[in-house]
Structure formats: structure tokens, C-alpha cells
């Protein structure tokens, strides 16, 4: 077999760990392939910091959403995981949509089966169902409005108090904006499996070595972190916070990659990456890291793997995502 679609075979399955030339620039092999075929390389916070410096642009889903549907490119390079890739494809049907590895998933999307998912909603009829960004198109499509963390506010807010709610599948968002918003969702029982590693003994230890250091966390934590955080907010809100505010020290409760733009906006500050409860390396989303250089090289290269769906699946996600995007406007959260 030609060995140019064997290797278009493996990159098809997701299996993108093929034999690159060590001589090669990827730097700017990636740039030259990029312009060559017109590509826009978006990227969140949590991928490794040589991919972020080679993004065309590095976002929050928020951030990243929005940059996806305006795209004008031909082609979408995400580098981020599968739901992202989908959420650039509801909203900008027409582009090749490429995930340098298919197998980038995300353990809160996983905790959402479509099937129980349907199921748990039939039994509340009367309920409104908000689904966070991090879930697959299925459920998106069983859902009345997406939010993202930068938005989940402005989202609960523009439903009636006394409309009763499902949230998913981010357990910990949903409760901590029930307690700021004096709302009672019911909530699915999911979680990212980063943000519920932090150990709380830990960032209170740490804070007691660092007294002056504040504590930055991400909402998807669960709610005790959540409780000794000076901040809590998006990955694009929590790097506005340190860049504007005038401590010198924080300790950061969110996926370690989101640091790089930390420091490069204040380089003389110091960023700390919460602990976790063990010794593992489990503050780095073992999906987002699944992005490598070599492996964008491939996808860029062999125009794959590239995400398609279903026409009428994305239909029927595209409506909650417009409603999504629709409330932000209006409330001034996009760029
Ligand atoms: P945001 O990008 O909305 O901050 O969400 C963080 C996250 O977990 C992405 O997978
Ligand atoms: Fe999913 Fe958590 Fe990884 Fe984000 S950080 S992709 S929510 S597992």
C-alpha cells in the first residue's frame, strides 16, 4: 500500500504518533503549512506553551467559540479537545474542522451519556435544561441554552426565577453558581476530573508558607477550594484578574497551562499551581496534553483528522448555542 494512505488511514483513526524528520523545524513547518492552506489555529489555555505560541489565537471556550464561528479560513485547526472541535463545526458548518488527535476527549463531556442524560430529562418535563459548554453535540442538542464559565451568569440570569432548571453536567459550576445566584438547579452529577484533584490541606499549607499570595480558582473546583479563593472565574477572567490586580503572588487553582499567559503578562509576578491531592501531574488535563507539535504538523499536513457531524444533530445543537451567543452579545461578553 502507498505509504502516504497508510499513514492517512492511522491519522483517520486518531493514531497520530507517525515518524517526523528530527531535522525539521515544526515552528516553521506549522507557519508555512498554516498560510500555504489557510488555516486559523485556535487554541485553549490548557494546551503545552509551544503550541500556544504557535496559535493564531488562545482562548477560553468563550473566547474560542466565538473566534470559530467568525472564522473565515478554510480550515479550523483546533487544538484542544473533541467537544471544542464540535462546538467550531455546529457554528461554522462550512469549514474543515481538524482535532490533531480524535482521542482528546474531556472526563466531564464522558460523564453526560446521551442516553441517561434523555432519560433523567424526561422525568422533569417542566424543566429548562442549561448545559455547560463541556458536553458532547448529543447533549447540547438535548439542551434549551449552552453556557461556558464566562457566561453562566449572564445565562442564569436571563431565565425567570421561578423557571425551574436541569444544569449539566458540571456538578460543581452548577452548585456554586445555585449558591451565588439563590437559585436551586437540579444538577447532573459530573465533574472535570482536573479541576476535583486540588487538595485543600495543600493550597491552605501553601497558603500559610505564602501568606501574601492569593488563591485564583477555576469554578469547575469543587466547593471547599472554592471557599478559600480571593477569585474564581473563567481561564480568561482568572488571567485578567492577575494581569490587572496588584498582589504579587498567586497560587492558581485551574490547569497548569493557563501559567504561560500568566507570566507572560506579568513577568514579575509569581504564579504557584495549586497542588493536588497526590503526587501526579493531575493538574494537566491528560486530554488537552494529548495536543503535541508533531501531531499538529500531521494534522496540518494530512488535513486530518477531521471532525464531521451529522447535518441534523447539528441543527439541533446550533439552536441552544445561538441562544448561548445571542445572551452574550447582548450582555457585552464578546469581543
Ligand atoms: P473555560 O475555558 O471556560 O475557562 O473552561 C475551562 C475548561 O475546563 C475547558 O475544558
Ligand atoms: Fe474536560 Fe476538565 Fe480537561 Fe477541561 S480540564 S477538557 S473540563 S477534563
Same mark, same amino acid.
Given at each position: ?48 506553551? /509551544? ?37 467550531? #463545526? ?5 469549514? *474543515? ?5 480524535? *482521542? ?15 432519560? &433523567? *430529562?424526561? *422525568? ?29 451568569? #449572564? ?16 456538578? =460543581? ?11 436551586? @438547579? ?6 472535570? @476530573? ?19 499570595? #492569593? ?15 480571593? &477569585? ?29 499567559? @500568566? ?7 509569581? &504564579? ?6 497526590? =503526587?501526579?501531574?493531575? =493538574? /494537566? ?35 441552544? @448555542? ?14
Amino acid at each position: 500500500m502507498d505509504i502516504n494512505i497508510a499513514k492517512q488511514g492511522l491519522i483517520k483513526k486518531g493514531f497520530l504518533d507517525l515518524e517526523i524528520d528530527p531535522q525539521i523545524n515544526l515552528f516553521a513547518e506549522i507557519q508555512k503549512l498554516k498560510k500555504e492552506k489557510n488555516v486559523l489555529l485556535l487554541a485553549h489555555y490548557y494546551q503545552e506553551t /509551544d503550541i500556544q505560541d504557535v496559535a493564531d489565537y488562545i482562548g477560553d471556550s468563550l473566547g474560542l467559540a466565538q473566534k470559530a464561528e467568525q472564522a473565515k479560513s478554510d480550515i479550523i485547526l483546533f487544538a484542544g479537545v473533541h467537544f471544542m472541535a464540535e462546538t467550531a #463545526k455546529i457554528l461554522n458548518p462550512t469549514k *474543515k474542522v481538524i482535532l490533531p488527535d480524535l *482521542k482528546a476527549g474531556c472526563s466531564l463531556a464522558d460523564s453526560a451519556p446521551t442516553p441517561l442524560f434523555k432519560a &433523567f *430529562k424526561e *422525568k422533569h418535563p417542566d424543566h429548562l435544561v442549561i448545559s455547560y459548554i463541556n458536553c458532547t453535540a448529543e447533549i447540547k442538542a438535548l439542551s434549551d441554552i449552552i453556557c461556558t464559565s464566562s457566561n453562566a451568569e #449572564k445565562i442564569i440570569e436571563s431565565v425567570p426565577k421561578d423557571q425551574p432548571i436541569i444544569f449539566a453536567p458540571d456538578k =460543581n459550576l452548577g452548585a456554586y453558581l445555585n449558591k451565588k445566584y439563590g437559585r436551586n @438547579m437540579l444538577l447532573w452529577n459530573g465533574a472535570c @476530573m482536573v479541576h476535583e484533584i486540588f487538595s485543600l490541606e495543600k493550597i491552605v499549607k501553601l497558603k500559610i508558607r505564602h501568606p501574601k499570595a #492569593k488563591v485564583l480558582a477555576h469554578p469547575e473546583c469543587e466547593e471547599a477550594v472554592l471557599n478559600v479563593a480571593d &477569585f474564581i472565574g473563567s481561564t480568561t477572567e482568572i488571567l485578567k484578574y492577575s494581569s490587572t490586580d496588584t498582589a504579587d503572588q498567586y497560587i492558581v487553582a485551574t490547569e497548569t497551562g493557563i501559567l504561560h499567559q @500568566m507570566q507572560i503578562n506579568s513577568p514579575n509576578k509569581t &504564579f504557584i499551581p495549586a497542588p493536588p491531592t497526590n =503526587n501526579c501531574a493531575c =493538574n /494537566d488535563c491528560p486530554h488537552m496534553k494529548l495536543n503535541t507539535l508533531e501531531k499538529i504538523y500531521l494534522a496540518l499536513k494530512y488535513e486530518l483528522p477531521e471532525l464531521t457531524m451529522e447535518e441534523s444533530l447539528r441543527l439541533a445543537a446550533k439552536k441552544p @448555542m445561538d441562544r448561548m451567543m445571542e445572551i452574550s452579545r447582548a450582555a457585552g461578553l464578546l469581543g
